[in-house]
C-alpha cells in the first residue's frame, strides 16, 4: 500500500538497467500505469453472512496462544533469535527450527504482525486474553531485529516471503523507517535475479533431487509457479520509488510465468527451465507434486493469489482472468471434504496427504479475487469458495487447542500492606503440534531430498492468520464472529 507517511530519505543501492518496456497482454505499452496507485484502492461490498461457529476459529484464543506460546520462549534471552520455525516433524509435535537465511524466516514474525495488526485496527473483534499491545510490539521488534539483513541476499527470489510479511506490517502499523528501507533494499536486490532475454527473474540457481541435477546456474535458469508471490514486493517498491523499473520487471516476469507455467486446463507446472541466451523453455518439472504433468495443490494456490495481486498493482483484465481460471480449477477439483489433496492428479486414497497451506493460501487469493470481480460489478464465486475451504480446515485441521492462564501473585505494598494482581501470563500448548493447522505437506515428491507429509507447517498458520486479518478488512470477520462490521 503506498503510504503518504512521512519518512526519511530511501537510501538506494547501486542503480540497474532494465532495458524493456512495459509489456500488456505481450504488446508494449508505456503509458498505461499510474506508479501511484496500490491494491488498497479496491473495495466492494459484500453480501451478509450469518455467523459461523467454525470460521471463529480464525480469532479464537488458542490461535493467538499457539503462536504466543512460540514467541515467548525467546523473549527473555539474552540476543534475539537467530533461528525461526519451519515445520513440525511428523511423528512429533515439536517445531524445528531454520536458520535466518532460509526462505521461510518471514513467516513467523509475520504472523505476530498480523495479532498486532488485529490489536490496532480491530480491538472489538478480538476476545481479552491478557496479552498487552506493549508486548505483542516488543515480540514483533525482538522476533525480526536480525532479519533486516537478509535484504542483501542476492541468491534466492524468496525475498518477498522473507521481508514481507514482518517489514510491510512493521511500516505500515508502526511506521517503522528501517523495516521501510529494508523492504526497499530487498525489492532492489531481488531485481538483480532478473534476466532480459528469459524475462523474468531466476528463481533457484542449483536444483538436486533423487531424478535430476541442475549444479550449474551458467546452464539452467530455474523458474518455479512460487516465485508469483515475490512480485508484489516489487510492485511495492515500484509505487514507493516510482520506479518503471521495478513495475516492468514484476509485470514481465507475470507475463513469462502466464506462458509458460499455466496449462491450457488452468492446472500450474511447477518448475520451468530456460536457456538463459536464447529464452527457449528447455524442461517443464516438478519438483514438489506428484508428476511432471501434475498439479501440485500449493503451486495452483501460488497462481490464484499471485496473479491476483498481479492484476491488482496492474488492472491488466488477463491477470485477473489468469487468476480466476486457475481458482476455478482449484475449486472444480476439490474432494468433498473441502480440503485440497497435496496434488490434485495424484492417485487417491484415504491416506492420500493433504495440504492445508495450499488450502489457505488458495483461500486468501479467492478473497482478494472476490474484490477485484465485485469492484467490475461482476458476480464472483470466490468469498463462498474461499468460506467453504476455511470452514473445512477449521472443522477438519485443526490441532488440539493451547490456552493462555495465570495465576495471582502477592505483592508487599506501603500503601496497602499486600496487594494481589496478575501474575505472568503463561501458555499451555495444548497436547498435540505446536502449530495452529495439522495437514501441512511440505514436499511428498518421490524423488524429493526431503520427503515429509501430514504435519504442521509455518506459513500454512500465516496465511491462516492473513485470511482472518483479510476478512476482516473486508468487514466479514465481524459477522463471523456476530459482532457486526468494524
Known amino acids: 500500500m503506498h503510504s503518504s507517511k512521512k519518512r526519511s530519505r530511501i537510501q538506494t543501492d547501486e542503480p540497474f538497467d532494465v532495458s524493456f518496456p512495459i509489456c500488456k497482454n505481450g504488446n508494449v505499452d508505456t503509458g498505461t500505469i499510474d506508479l501511484a496507485k496500490s491494491p488498497s484502492t479496491f473495495r466492494a461490498t459484500t453480501k451478509s453472512l450469518p455467523p459461523n461457529p467454525s470460521l471463529s476459529a480464525l480469532y479464537s484464543p488458542s490461535t493467538t496462544a499457539k503462536i504466543w506460546g512460540i514467541a515467548q520462549r525467546a523473549l527473555n534471552k539474552s540476543s534475539p533469535p537467530t533461528l525461526y520455525p519451519e515445520y513440525t516433524k511428523p511423528g512429533s509435535n515439536e517445531y524445528i527450527y531454520r536458520d535466518l ?25 478480538m476476545e481479552s486474553m491478557g496479552l498487552h499491545i506493549l508486548q505483542q510490539r516488543f515480540a514483533c521488534n525482538w522476533w525480526t531485529t536480525n532479519l533486516h539483513q537478509n535484504a542483501r541476499l542476492r541468491g534466492t527470489h524468496d525475498l518477498g516471503f522473507m521481508i514481507s510479511p514482518w517489514a510491510r506490517k512493521a511500516w505500515e502499523l508502526e511506521g517503522d523507517q528501517r523495516a521501510h528501507q529494508t523492504l526497499i533494499t530487498a525489492a532492489q536486490t531481488l531485481a538483480t535475479r532478473y534476466n532480459a532475454t528469459t524475462r523474468c527473474l531466476r528463481s533457484w540457481d542449483t536444483c538436486i533431487t533423487k531424478r535430476y541435477e541442475f549444479s550449474d546456474p551458467k546452464s539452467d535458469f530455474l523458474v518455479i509457479i512460487d516465485n508469483m508471490l515475490n512480485l508484489d514486493l516489487l510492485f511495492w517498491a515500484a509505487a514507493e520509488l516510482r520506479s518503471p523499473q521495478l513495475r516492468d520487471i514484476a509485470t514481465a516476469h507475470a507475463h513469462t510465468t502466464r506462458l509458460h507455467h499455466i496449462r491450457p486446463d488452468s492446472s500450474t507446472i511447477h518448475v520451468v527451465n530456460f536457456d538463459q541466451h536464447t529464452g527457449a523453455v528447455k524442461a517443464k518439472l516438478t519438483n514438489q507434486g506428484y508428476s511432471d504433468a501434475s498439479c501440485w495443490s500449493r503451486g495452483q494456490a501460488w497462481a ?43 492417485p487417491r486414497d484415504e491416506r492420500t496427504p493433504t495440504d492445508t497451506s495450499a488450502a489457505v493460501i488458495a483461500c486468501h487469493g479467492m478473497l482478494l479475487l472476490h474484490e477485484a470481480v465485485m469492484a467490475r460489478s461482476e458476480p464472483s464465486i470466490y468469498l463462498d469458495g474461499a468460506l467453504r475451504i476455511l470452514t473445512a480446515v477449521c472443522e477438519r485441521c485443526l490441532s488440539p487447542k493451547a490456552s493462555f492462564h495465570t495465576s495471582q501473585v502477592t505483592i508487599p505494598s506501603a500503601e496497602l500492606g499486600e496487594s494481589a494482581e496478575a501474575g505472568e501470563l503463561e501458555v499451555d500448548m495444548g497436547d498435540g503440534l ?3 493447522l495439522a495437514g501441512a505437506t511440505i514436499n511428498n515428491y518421490e524423488f524429493a531430498p526431503r520427503r515429509w507429509a501430514m504435519h504442521g507447517l509455518v506459513y500454512a498458520d500465516y496465511y491462516f492468520l492473513l485470511c ?13 464472529l456476530g459482532n457486526g462490521n468494524f
Open 434 to 436: 505446536e502449530t495452529v
Open 101 to 125: 537465511e532460509f526462505w521461510t524466516s518471514g513467516f513467523f514474525p509475520g504472523s505476530l504482525y498480523l495479532l498486532l495488526e488485529r490489536e490496532r485496527k480491530y480491538p472489538l473483534a
Open 468 to 480: 482472518g486479518n483479510k476478512l476482516l478488512d473486508m468487514g466479514i470477520g465481524g459477522e463471523i
Open 304 to 346: 490464484i493469489t499471485g496473479f491476483a495481486q498481479t492484476y491488482l498493482w496492474t488492472r491488466d483484465p488477463i491477470f485477473l482472468t489468469t487468476a480466476r481460471n486457475c481458482a476455478d480449477y482449484f475449486l472444480a477439483h476439490l474432494p468433498e471434504s473441502g480440503i485440497p489433496p497435496w496434488d490434485f492428479t495424484c
